[in-house]
């Protein structure tokens, strides 16, 4: 059972168009979310993280929105570029552990 | 600084042989985990450690998966009897502490054959 889900395996945006990746999660006691970026032969990289007393969070081009009523967050960058092309995780830390549930990845590629 | 290194880079193994996986973790970090990946899934958890002791082993598969952190930095994990489905991508990361943001190293790919 996918505890932490990414419906959409992939999503093609234009340049300077706004990227919405989205996430939903079925276990109400993860309390802290994040996502990676991953390229190519590279381990995931870190890229923004929420708390769950909060309901955005917002780093430069990239923003993450959290509705814990729905079980749902989509992290949004704009504007897109062609470096941001890359496998978007989300994932969670499991409750009393350190553990990282993640997603399956949405892959978005942006075009010139 | 450096990063977290993993070696080798690949790895290709026939089925029932043993392997061992080797993970650098960033100076420093008292915490050291390890993840699998499959093709098309994200990475699952498989162990993590804080220092020389393994906090929580319980996403180890089987006993033919053992890890081993014995001066609290390097880690190795060890896959006995290999089997075709053990072929992934090993994901080793690293924390300052227990909890903090977990920074990744490129991963080992590993093909059993």
């Known amino acids: 059972d996918q505890q932490v889900k990414q419906n959409s395996p992939s999503l093609s945006v234009q340049e300077g168009r706004i990227s919405i990746l989205n996430c939903d999660y079925t276990?109400?006691?993860?309390?802290?979310f994040l996502w990676y970026k991953k390229y190519p032969a590279e381990g995931p990289t870190f890229l923004i993280s929420?708390?769950?007393?909060?309901d955005k969070n917002e780093d430069g081009r990239f923003t993450v929105f959290l509705n814990k009523s729905a079980k749902h967050l989509s992290l949004h960058i704009v504007p897109s570029q062609p470096g941001d092309s890359a496998v978007y995780f989300c994932?969670?830390?499991?409750?009393?552990?350190?553990?990282?549930?993640f997603g399956k990845g949405t892959k978005l590629s942006v075009i010139p | 600084g450096a990063g977290v290194s993993q070696t080798p880079s690949n790895k290709v193994t026939e089925k029932g042989k043993y392997v061992e996986l080797r993970c650098d973790p960033i100076?420093?970090?008292?915490?050291l985990y390890w993840y699998r990946q499959s093709l098309g899934q994200g990475p699952e958890f498989l162990i993590y450690?804080?220092?020389?002791?393994?906090?929580?082993d319980s996403g180890l598969p089987n006993d033919r998966f053992f890890a081993v952190r014995p001066e609290g930095s390097v880690s190795t994990l060890k896959i006995q009897r290999t089997e075709r489905g053990d072929s992934a991508v090993y994901l080793c990361?690293?924390?300052?502490?227990?909890?903090?943001?977990?920074?990744f190293g490129p991963g080992t790919r590993l093909t059993v054959l």
């Open positions: 276990n109400s006691m993860f309390d802290y």
């Open positions: 990361a690293s924390s300052l502490i227990l909890g903090d943001t977990q920074y």
């Open positions: 100076s420093g970090h008292t915490a």
């Open positions: 450690f804080q220092g020389t002791g393994a906090a929580d």
């Open positions: 994932a969670a830390p499991w409750a009393g552990s350190y553990q990282l549930t």
């Open positions: 929420i708390s769950s007393i909060k």
